[in-house]
């Protein structure tokens, strides 16, 4: 069964950056899309980014759109988010899924599987 992991998560200042990785063991994630969604306390599930089977195409909610970049690097089986220009609400424990082989996407929880555990994104001064 596909298990995804997450890492790369701390605590930073409002306009740093951070880059989280989604990583998986035995599975290769070129064949899969792959979507970062967030939970901050007290909100529900959000999506953030997705990336298509590789070579596919990326999208991005409004909220992070020119913050926020998705990518693969396919040696190393890892899909990573690298995050700019952070702001307070960006607050939330991150999480990846992963979802079919599909060459577009549109990060909504709904379509997407196999959930990691999260990694904690603290954004304040």
């Known amino acids: 069964q596909l298990q995804l992991v997450e890492s790369g998560g701390g605590s930073v200042q409002p306009g740093g950056s951070l880059r989280l990785s989604c990583a998986s063991s035995?599975?290769?994630?070129?064949?899969?899309?792959i979507g970062w969604f967030r939970q901050a306390p007290g909100k529900e599930r959000e999506g953030v980014s997705c990336?298509?089977?590789?070579?596919?195409?990326?999208s991005y909610v409004d909220s992070v759109k020119g913050r926020f970049t998705i990518s693969r690097d396919s040696a190393k089986n890892v899909v990573y988010l690298q995050m700019d220009s952070l702001k307070p609400e960006d607050t939330a424990v991150y999480y990846c899924?992963?979802?079919?082989?599909?060459?577009?996407?549109?990060?909504?929880?709904?379509?997407?599987?196999?959930w990691g555990q999260g990694t904690q994104v603290t954004v304040s001064s």
């Open positions: 899924a992963a979802g079919g082989a599909w060459s577009h996407c549109y990060p909504r929880a709904a379509d997407f599987g196999s």
């Open positions: 035995g599975f290769t994630l070129d064949v899969n899309a």
């Open positions: 990336i298509g089977s590789v070579g596919g195409s990326t």
